[in-house]
């Protein structure tokens, strides 16, 4: 396989699950603002800390408003993390690359890109907003289980496979630092009440609620809720999941060995780690060493097989 083909496969995969996540967390804080208690709003900053964007976003918004962080998050086309951009990468990735794909996941992303582009300004209000965004998860995760379910398990299936898991891990560890960065307020007397409500806006970002209840068998507590989603090797979005597909579709490649020890130090990271014991800046501090995990396993990944191989002369 062309290096280039198996590139734009794995970036096309990444934007995909990229615009499914944003839409994801824009929606579940929207829905958090009906579950706060009485006196309680949401915080907006954190969705833009989550993809680190702070510097792009105060360029052009004076603060960290609703109305400007979901505009932000979901049409800013010079917004690489924002949900428009990604759709609109993903779509062009697949472009390049429409002689190794099923048909229909250009047709999906197409008519996705015009749905998103006929409906912006209903979909930016709070009435149209939710089904806006569930128009875009619902025909991502039809994509997703397109190319899952018809591709020929080849060697552009596991760099689907990789694109995929690494953006899942990547945006579920900032998923949980967002939640944690977000402080409860002194004068709330109920302060539990507010912790079960942020963890459970964690679950829901990741689809992962009814998962999480059928796995564990407890109510939603800060401690249960980081184990699930860090070391639970079976639902698909949790860290150790991620991670343990990427090491098996590397598996699948030549020349794979410096990959796999980027993926298995992070696996590492986790398997020895005690993470419901963690304090919030403990787990902070681990989210950092993890998404360098990740960044080091892409660069291993783009360097053996995107990168053109350096020249004799």
């Known amino acids: 396989m062309l290096s280039r083909v198996a590139e734009n496969i794995y970036w096309m995969s990444r934007y995909i699950e990229r615009a499914e996540s944003m839409a994801r967390v824009v929606g579940a804080n929207t829905k958090l603002q009906l579950d706060l208690p009485r ?50 990468f993903a779509r ?43 128009r875009i998860i619902r025909t991502c995760q039809m994509t997703t289980g397109l190319l899952s379910s018809v591709m020929t398990r080849d060697l552009g299936y596991q760099f689907l496979r990789l694109g995929r898991n690494l953006e899942r891990a990547d945006m579920t560890t900032r998923f949980i630092d967002m939640r944690l960065a977000v402080a409860q307020p002194d004068r709330l007397a109920d302060s539990t009440q507010l912790s079960t409500v942020q963890w459970v806006t964690v679950l829901d970002s990741l689809s992962a609620y009814q998962m999480y209840r059928r796995k564990m068998h407890a109510t939603v507590e800060r401690e249960h809720v ?85 020249s004799d002369g």
Not at 95 to 120: G, H, I, K, M, S
């Open 39 to 88: 006196g309680v709003t949401p915080d907006w900053k954190p969705l833009i800390d989550v993809i680190a964007a702070n510097d792009a976003f105060e360029q052009t918004h004076s603060d960290y408003g609703e109305r400007q962080v979901v505009r932000f998050l979901i049409s800013d086309a010079d917004s690489p993390g924002s949900v428009r951009s990604s759709l609109r």
């Open 92 to 134: 062009e990735n697949c472009r390049t690359v429409r002689e190794v794909l099923p048909l229909e996941a250009w047709q999906y992303l197409t008519e996705l890109q015009l749905f998103v582009d006929e409906n912006l300004k209903a979909g930016l209000t709070k009435k149209g907003r939710h089904a806006f965004l569930n």
């Open 226 to 310: 980081l184990w699930f989603l860090f070391k639970d090797d079976e639902f698909p979005r949790s860290f150790m999941h991620c991670v343990n597909a990427i090491e098996e579709g590397l598996g699948a490649l030549e020349n794979s060995r410096p990959c796999l020890l980027a993926a298995r130090k992070a696996a590492k990271d986790i398997e020895r780690t005690a993470v419901e014991k963690l304090t919030p800046e403990e787990i902070s501090d681990m989210v950092d060493v993890l998404q360098h995990r990740l960044d080091d396993i892409h660069t291993t990944i783009a360097r053996m097989y995107f990168l053109p191989a350096p």
